[in-house]
């Protein structure tokens, strides 16, 4: 008989998690759910599937959300717990949003990182919206952060499973970009470092709800503690490839008006600078997480952070984003 391909599309569809339909994007992580329209008056059955197909396929791609706008956006962010502002970039008039212009110095994520790792508890999920998208170009890829430490040898689990890493905002931006320039670079030292943040955070930390062991690192490490500069830069350079491996990833192609949704205990992400001078905006809503914990139990701990911000210091954060 010929082969049918229908019944490979069919065989990707997960319908594991109640009434919702997931089709797998890739082999190892990602999932579009089909069909559902999200917003903060989702069932509670629909919500804890959703929640539940997070867990597993660590980001979740939604098409079509042409009703969410700012206000509907965040009260969706807020069944997931408290939303929370960047702590150093401004938001926009009214908003607890992160807004990525690619028209402003700071819009083109262009690195692999885990969001706000430079706190101690770090978000637990994001919610990014396409609001603007280039013709062609500016994807995202997503790495799933638990298969890197699970694909490990177990010599070098045993390895990452001591160390531990300082994160920091104000890391050296231009170090892996090949797409740099002056204005890129004023808005990280102006704007996103303005206030210096510093985090100590176990290498490889334990996922509080799915138990699974996970690597984390991405561009805000600094350095591994006890261990010299440029050791440092070569264990991260061996436990961060492991993460960015090409299986280990899914490769999402926005539309307008796309929303994904990703376990950040669990991912890191990069967002593909291959737009020219297109127009390209998104916007994230972010969830506030908790401490990480390693496999002995310890948890992150703040190193450093700015002291309460005064008018002035708000006044300069507004004054360098414009």
């Given amino acids: ?10 065989s990707a569809i997960d319908t594991t998690f109640g009434t919702l339909r997931v089709r797998r994007v890739a082999g190892h992580i990602g999932g579009e759910v089909l069909g ?10 629909t919500f804890a599937s959703l929640y539940a197909a997070l867990l597993k396929y660590k980001v979740l791609f939604f098409r079509d959300q042409r009703h969410l706008d700012d206000e509907h956006h965040q009260a969706f962010g807020k069944r997931f717990g408290r939303i929370v502002a960047h702590p150093t970039v401004p938001a926009p008039t009214g908003t607890q949003l ?4 690619a028209s402003k110095g700071g819009g083109r994520a262009d690195s692999w990182h885990t969001d706000v790792t430079f706190l101690d508890a770090f978000p637990k999920v994001s919610i990014l919206r ?12 997503w790495a799933n952060t638990a298969r890197a430490y699970e694909q490990l ?12 890493a300082v994160h920091t905002n104000d890391y050296d931006y231009g170090a892996e970009r090949t797409q740099i320039n002056e204005a890129r670079l004023r808005h990280h030292r102006d704007v996103f470092t303005a206030a210096v943040y510093e985090a100590s955070h ?29 050791e440092s830069a070569r264990l991260f350079e061996l436990l961060q490839q492991r993460v ?7 490769r999402w192609q926005w539309r307008q008006d796309d ?13 593909i600078n291959d737009y020219g001078n297109q127009p390209r905006v998104v916007r994230r809503v972010t969830v506030h997480g908790d401490t990480a914990i390693s496999v002995d139990g310890t948890r992150s701990t703040q190193l450093r952070r700015p002291e309460a911000t005064n008018d002035a210091h708000i006044d300069a954060l507004v004054a360098a984003a414009h």
């Fill in 1 to 10: 008989m010929p082969h049918d391909p229908s019944q490979n599309h069919d």
């Fill in 36 to 45: 559902v329209k999200l917003g903060a008056d989702l069932p509670e059955d």
């Fill in 98 to 101: 992160f807004e990525l212009d």
């Fill in 130 to 141: 396409a609001v603007t998208i280039p013709a062609y170009g500016g994807d995202t890829v």
């Fill in 153 to 164: 040898p177990d010599t070098l689990k045993q390895l990452a499973e001591q160390l531990w």
């Fill in 202 to 230: 176990p290498v490889v930390h334990v996922h509080p709800e799915t138990s699974e062991r996970a690597l984390l690192l991405g561009h805000f490490v600094k350095r591994f503690a006890g261990v010299s500069g440029s």
């Fill in 244 to 250: 960015t491996r090409l299986e280990n990833t899914v």
């Fill in 259 to 271: 929303v994904a949704i990703w376990d950040n205990r669990a991912t890191q992400h990069y967002a």
